[in-house]
């Protein structure tokens, strides 16, 4: 384990590179010379000659102990789960060295700005696989690997989930949980305002192809490690139905609240679209696949209804998209019944049939963040505080 050197290092270890494709290639590739390399004291392994820290060791493949729970980029604490133990033979520093990290939890944070790069560098590779790849990004608050929205040149009917299928084979893309596919005459990518009432005006149940693959170690969603649902959503042709009949959010709430009292709250966003997201708090007393169910009795009035828990504000949709695509998985919270499409992104539990236990938020301590304002390595700045939700 090398730790510092050429900051370079960080990011080459973390780009989805092709299977047998050395790290340090792709450094040399950039710096435009190759890395230089020692030898370990104890192993034959080379690390690079300007790291801070060398950790050298052994992997026993056979021998596992608990890890976790860890605060990471995601913005929750991983599941605790089984991982390798490294046997330390020797740790190695210069005189004066400096132990390069970053902070992680909820968006946006540092860790940002290296998955742009990936973004944009990687763009021609993933060409490679969907020729007819415009562009694609991944937002911030999907924490990257979360949400990807992609724009392709749709030449035929069903080639949004041919490429969708494709990107899910690709490398690190394989971990990507939820990717939307628009068409060329789609707005730009990164207007996300725009982007939005595009795909709901073409949303419908056909739209949406669920699957199962591979899914980052990190997700705490899925009822497996590793492994779970995906959506994808193609809004390169129009599936859309005609619009629902609206009503204002207190009387939709109070109709909802007919059917269950614990829906504590209800926002509805781009209604000016045809299918507007109506997301509904729900102190959480029974199983969602039930209430919404129930709820059909008013259907006329919905087509996109989004549950989430009571530790949620409708008002701070930013927040919203990133708690959504942390707690869903595709397979099991994903319902549709009678042309209406239901998401569960509320905690689950054992009557959902998940038994990892369920992580919670990396959410700040206020006496911690009080004490770096009083040292001056951060602002005073409530506004940022309360619109990225940092103490929870």
């Known amino acids: 384990v090398a730790i510092g050197g050429d900051p370079l290092y960080i990011w080459c270890g973390q780009a989805p590179l092709p299977k047998g494709v050395f790290e340090l290639l792709l450094y040399g590739f950039i710096r435009k010379e190759p890395a230089k390399l020692v030898k370990s004291l104890t192993n034959e392994i080379y690390v690079p000659h300007d790291a801070d820290y060398v950790i050298e060791g052994f992997v026993d493949t056979d021998k596992f102990e608990l890890e976790g729970p860890f605060g990471d980029h995601t913005g929750f604490y991983t599941p605790i789960e089984p991982f390798p133990v490294m046997e330390v033979t020797a740790i190695t520093s210069k005189r004066e060295p400096l132990f390069h990290a970053t902070v992680v939890g909820k968006p946006p944070l540092e860790d940002k700005y290296m ?3 990936t973004e944009r560098i ?18 911030e608050n999907g924490v990257f690997h ?3 929205l992609a724009k392709i040149n749709a030449l035929y009917p069903a080639h949004a989930k041919q ?8 490398g690190q893309m394989s971990f990507v949980k939820h990717a939307v596919f628009v068409g060329e005459d789609a707005p730009n990518l990164s207007d996300y305002d725009a982007l939005t009432e595009h795909i709901l005006n073409r949303f419908g149940k056909n739209a949406l192809l669920i699957s199962e693959g591979v899914c980052d170690q990190l997700d705490h969603a899925s009822p497996n490690s590793c492994f779970g649902g995906k959506l994808g959503i193609d809004a390169t042709q129009d599936f859309s139905a005609p619009a629902p009949m609206l ?13 269950e009292p614990n829906l504590t709250q209800l926002v509805q966003f781009k209604t000016n679209t045809k299918t507007p997201i109506c997301v509904v708090k729900f102190d959480k007393n029974r199983l969602v696949k039930e209430v919404f ?3 059909l009795k008013f259907k006329e009035h919905f087509k996109l209804l989004v549950f989430v828990g009571s530790e949620n504000r409708l008002e701070n949709p930013y927040m919203l998209l990133w708690r959504v695509t942390n707690n869903i998985d595709a397979l099991r919270d994903i319902y549709v019944r009678e042309g ?30 009080a004490n770096l304002i009083k040292r001056g390595i951060v602002k005073d700045e409530p506004e940022l505080f309360s619109k990225f939700e940092i103490f929870g």
Do not use: S
């Not at 009503?247 to 939709?252: N, S, Y």
């Not at 499409?341 to 911690?368: F, M, N, S």
């Open 115 to 117: 998955g742009w790069a």
């Open 122 to 139: 990687f763009l021609p590779l993933l060409r490679t696989t969907v020729p007819e790849l415009l562009d694609y990004n991944m937002p």
């Open 146 to 148: 979360n949400l990807i």
């Open 163 to 170: 490429a969708m299928h494709a990107f899910w084979g690709v």
């Open 247 to 259: 009503l204002d959010d207190a009387a939709l709430l109070a109709k909802f609240k007919e059917i």
């Open 293 to 295: 169910e129930e709820l």
């Open 340 to 369: 209406a499409v239901c998401i569960d992104a509320t905690a689950k539990g054992e009557a959902e049939g998940y038994t990892r236990g369920w992580p919670l938020q990396t959410d700040c301590d206020r006496d911690v963040v």
